[in-house]
């Protein structure tokens, strides 16, 4: 069973950064493709950012491009997004989740496995 801990939220004044990291129990982290979603009161879950598994590809949602970094350190199963100008639409609860050995998928309920989530304010 993978499982997933999401921390690093917190609330931040527009324009500052927040870092979230995402560690992931188990042996076989390096095997999975990682996303970042988020899901603000009474919207839809949304994709925010995705890392591949088995090299540097990632991709970004066009709201966050240019402001948000997804990372990942194999060694730490840790998988990392750096979050910069922060502005008010950013306020979600944000989880993480994990998809196997996968291209990077923008939908949801491609990915096997979640975290909690955690949850990020930008006061204006």
């Known amino acids: 069973q993978v499982q997933l801990v999401e921390s690093g939220g917190g609330l931040v004044q527009a324009g500052g950064s927040l870092r979230l990291s995402c560690a992931v129990s188990?042996?076989?982290?390096?095997?999975?493709?990682m996303g970042w979603f988020r899901q603000a009161p009474e919207k839809e879950r949304e994709f925010v950012a995705a890392?591949?598994?088995?090299?540097?590809?990632?991709d970004y949602a066009d709201s966050v491009k240019g402001r948000f970094t997804v990372s990942r350190d194999n060694a730490k199963n840790t998988v990392y997004l750096q979050m910069n100008s922060l502005k008010p639409e950013d306020t979600a609860l944000y989880y993480c989740?994990?998809?196997?050995?996968?291209?990077?998928?923008?939908?949801?309920?491609?990915?096997?496995?979640w975290g909690q989530g955690t949850q990020v304010t930008v006061s204006s």
């Open positions: 890392i591949m598994w088995n090299g540097p590809s990632t």
């Open positions: 989740a994990a998809n196997w050995m996968g291209r990077i998928r923008k939908t949801s309920t491609e990915y096997d496995y």
């Open positions: 188990g042996r076989t982290f390096n095997f999975y493709t």
